[in-house]
């Protein structure tokens, strides 16, 4: 009689097994804008103790993280067309912030549509033309701003009253509710936080507020060692913030309760700051706690966000067949090298986020630091995970072999970098390379005209460049040689 009864469970779990595989899985894209690794605890580090997201750190503990995920063009509108499209910028034709995106073009969403996914996006766009290949779309306009944010509805503007992470999060749950349950989905849930001009919610202006946030050990960085381009950047926590980064003034719209709420906190620390007059490094220093705080609040925000969508999951039971995938549009300075922004290919803003869960897929509390893998790959992998075509020119290619622990043998060893937008906050246009072990970086304009080369293993904070260095000769030959061929393989036009 036992024997029978297990005979019976056993075919009923096939069978629902098998109806279960047989229905495309959701694809849940969770994406921010300049959130560090340094600033995930999952990944580490001395942040993590002190200002914990353990609700990003879920999607690791259930999936995959991976430490060497690395973008094409760390700066965020070229970032999102590289994520839409599988190409590299001077394919998909947004090189710099101040190009339009060319919504005609091929891009992932359009073909989630054709292979049967409903398609959305909530939360910030920034990519000028208005969003096509979605069924519905909610997106900021510009940069938008940390309270009572305006959407772009469809076409319409709709004008939001709350904490913009908050309304992005509700808006995002609002389709999750109001969707065709008959069809697998694709949804981009995608948050300003924790770009800056980082406004807090006003639920968290006291987290961090009686302690000192640990300094990183580059925060005083004289730039000796290397090429005279990282000396003249302009994103310096000292000289370069500004009194809207600095909290002195507000860059959003405010009702005057929430006026009223932000005054009570900054102006009194604000008035402290102008009396005192600071000078020197006790100026940097404030300057970097008031910045590093300000912006692991925003992150704060995102981590709860990041909890309510799982849970969102878990309650409808969604979890077993939805992928998620949290990343960035690129990573970020929290201080090192005295810097905020982001702009070059050095590890801090050059290394974005990637974690992600597909159950019964993807082993749980994976970490990745083997495979170099990148934004240009995002689109080939949503397609895959949906079993839809992925068409010959797409640059990057799926992940999700890797996400199953069976990394093809012919896995990409070198990933190429090119930044475009020159004399942004410094920052002089630049390519280059990487194995992840060694990094060789050009910058051809006139003004610099110099290569840098980096041991990544000897030296991680890459303070000191060994470029021509004899020992390095090899190295750096063949580095050079996969610069070449990289850029004729991705066909990138070099003068």
């Given at each position: 009689m036992m024997r029978s009864i297990l005979y019976f469970l056993g075919i009923l779990f096939f069978i629902s097994g098998n109806l279960c595989s047989s229905q495309k899985p959701n694809i849940l894209f969770l994406f921010?804008?300049?959130?560090?690794?340094?600033?995930?605890?999952?990944?580490?580090?001395?942040?993590?103790?002190?200002?914990?997201?353990?609700?990003i750190d879920r999607i690791a503990k259930e999936?995959?993280?991976?430490?060497?995920?690395?973008?094409?063009?760390?700066?965020?509108?070229?970032?999102?067309?590289?994520?839409?499209?599988?190409?590299?910028?001077?394919?998909?034709?947004f090189r710099v912030n101040g190009d339009t995106f060319d919504g005609s073009q091929q891009t992932a969403p359009k073909l989630l549509r054709k292979?049967?996914?409903?398609?959305?996006?909530?939360?910030?766009?920034?990519?000028?033309?208005?969003?096509?290949?979605?069924?519905?779309?909610?997106?900021?306009?510009?940069?938008?701003?940390?309270?009572?944010?305006?959407?772009?509805?469809?076409?319409?503007?709709?004008?939001?009253?709350?904490?913009?992470?908050?309304?992005?999060?509700d808006q995002t749950l609002e389709w999750l509710d109001n969707r065709?349950?008959?069809?697998?989905?694709?949804?981009?849930?995608?948050?300003?936080?924790?770009?800056g001009r980082w406004e807090p919610a006003i639920r968290h202006l006291d987290f961090l507020a009686d302690i000192d946030v640990p300094e990183p050990s580059t925060l005083f960085d004289d730039y000796s060692g290397r090429s005279k381009a990282a000396a003249g950047h302009k994103m310096?926590?000292?000289?370069?913030?500004?009194?809207?980064?600095?909290?002195?003034?507000?860059?959003?719209?405010?009702?005057?309760?929430?006026?009223?709420?932000?005054?009570?906190?900054?102006?009194?620390?604000?008035?402290?700051?102008?009396?005192?007059?600071?000078?020197?490094?006790?100026?940097?220093?404030?300057?970097?706690?008031?910045?590093?705080k300000n912006y692991l609040r925003c992150?704060?925000?995102?981590?709860?966000?990041?909890?309510?969508?799982?849970?969102?999951?878990?309650?409808?039971?969604?979890?077993?067949?939805t992928v998620v995938i949290y990343s960035s549009d690129q990573g970020f300075y929290l201080g090192e090298h005295g810097w905020f922004d982001k702009r070059w290919m050095y590890e801090e803003s050059f290394r974005t986020p990637l974690l992600v869960r597909w159950p019964g897929m993807v082993a749980p509390g994976t970490v990745n630091s083997k495979d170099i893998v990148s934004n240009l790959d995002f689109a080939s992998t949503f397609l895959d995970v949906a079993d839809a075509p992925i068409p010959n020119d797409l640059q990057g290619r799926s992940l999700t072999p890797v996400l199953r622990g069976n990394t093809p043998s012919d896995w990409r060893d070198y990933h190429y970098y090119h930044y475009y937008e020159s004399g942004g906050h410094g920052v002089p246009l630049h390519f280059g390379v990487t194995d992840g072990r060694y990094k060789l970086i050009r910058f051809p304009e006139p003004r610099i005209d110099a290569w840098e080369l980096y041991g990544l293993e000897s030296d991680p904070r890459e303070l000191e460049s060994r470029f021509g260095d004899p020992a390095?000769?090899?190295?750096?030959?063949?580095?050079?040689?996969?610069?070449?061929a990289l850029q004729k393989k991705y066909e990138v036009p070099v003068e």
């Open positions: 921010c804008d300049d959130h560090a690794t340094q600033a995930i605890s999952a990944y580490g580090g001395p942040l993590a103790e002190i200002a914990p997201t353990p609700n999936g995959m993280l991976f430490r060497k995920c690395y973008v094409t063009n760390s700066i965020c509108g070229p970032s999102r067309a590289v994520v839409l499209t599988g190409k590299y910028s001077h394919l998909n034709g292979a049967g996914y409903q398609t959305a996006i909530v939360g910030k766009w920034h990519l000028k033309s208005e969003p096509t290949g979605f069924d519905h779309f909610e997106v900021l306009r510009g940069q938008g701003q940390y309270y009572n944010p305006i959407l772009n509805t469809d076409g319409k503007k709709v004008k939001h009253e709350g904490y913009t992470t908050d309304v992005i999060t065709d349950p008959d069809k697998p989905f694709f949804l981009m849930s995608q948050h300003k936080a924790p770009h310096g926590l000292a000289d370069h913030m500004g009194p809207h980064r600095l909290m002195l003034e507000y860059s959003s719209k405010l009702t005057p309760k929430q006026k009223t709420a932000l005054d009570e906190y900054f102006e009194p620390r604000n008035k402290a700051y102008l009396e005192a007059n600071l000078e020197g490094r006790d100026r940097t220093r404030w300057h970097y706690q008031r910045y590093i992150v704060k925000a995102v981590d709860e966000s990041v909890g309510r969508l799982l849970k969102y999951l878990d309650d409808n039971g969604l979890t077993e067949n390095l000769s090899d190295v750096q030959a063949e580095l050079e040689d996969q610069l070449r």
